[in-house]
């Protein structure tokens, strides 16, 4: 099966997207996803997480940043910076309150994940982290079939 992959935008260049994912709910992805997003900053690289968690976002709140918005310009949505350089994207920098629950159909919510790779200004980035929820359910699917992924980290339990 031959699916077009999509692209981003033209102030935009990605090198690596690594997809953080997992079978079980609350295994640790997103610690993981802000460990390694960390690490690979203070190694000099240029770092940007996408939250792909729609309905449980958690990395703005892991960086202090939740309480920030993100803001859109003509050519797309610009990322919020967390204190140490790494552009982060999450529902959670777009709704107005950042406790509001997001009760949305699949698509709708696979639809966004897929804007967030497409409309966000990242600019250069050397790696693209992708905090997926938990399963196999249609924002995984959409990431695995629809992103150039490069690379995927499955976190388990013991
Ligand atoms: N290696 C670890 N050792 C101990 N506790 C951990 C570890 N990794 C994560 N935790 C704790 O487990 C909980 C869930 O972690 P996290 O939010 O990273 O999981 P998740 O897989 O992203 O969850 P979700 O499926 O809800 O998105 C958090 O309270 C976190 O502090
Ligand atoms: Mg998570």
């Known amino acids: 099966m031959n699916i077009q992959k999509e692209k981003t935008n033209e102030l935009t260049n990605i090198k ?3 997809a953080i994912m997992s079978g079980k709910g609350g295994v640790g992805k997103s610690s993981v996803t ?3 997003a960390v690490s690979l900053k203070n190694k000099g690289y ?8 729609i309905t449980g976002p958690s990395i703005p709140k892991v960086f202090g940043i939740n309480k920030k918005r993100a803001s859109s310009i003509e050519d797309g949505i610009i990322p919020v910076k967390t204190a140490t350089g790494i552009e982060v994207m999450s529902i959670n ?3 107005e309150q950042e406790d509001s629950p997001v009760v949305w159909r699949g698509p709708l919510v696979a639809n ?5 790779y497409t409309d966000v200004i990242w600019g250069d980035l050397d790696y693209l982290l992708i905090d997926l929820p938990p399963g196999t359910g249609d924002v995984p699917l959409t990431i695995m ?9 499955v976190v388990s339990s013991p």
Request: aromatic share 4%; glycine share 6%; charged share 15%.
């Open 16 to 18: 690596n997207v690594i």
């Open 34 to 36: 802000s460990l390694i």
């Open 46 to 53: 240029k770092v940007g997480i996408l939250d792909a968690d």
């Open 93 to 95: 920098l777009l709704i």
């Open 112 to 116: 966004t994940v897929k804007q967030f």
């Open 145 to 153: 079939q629809s992103l150039p992924v490069d690379g995927i980290i």
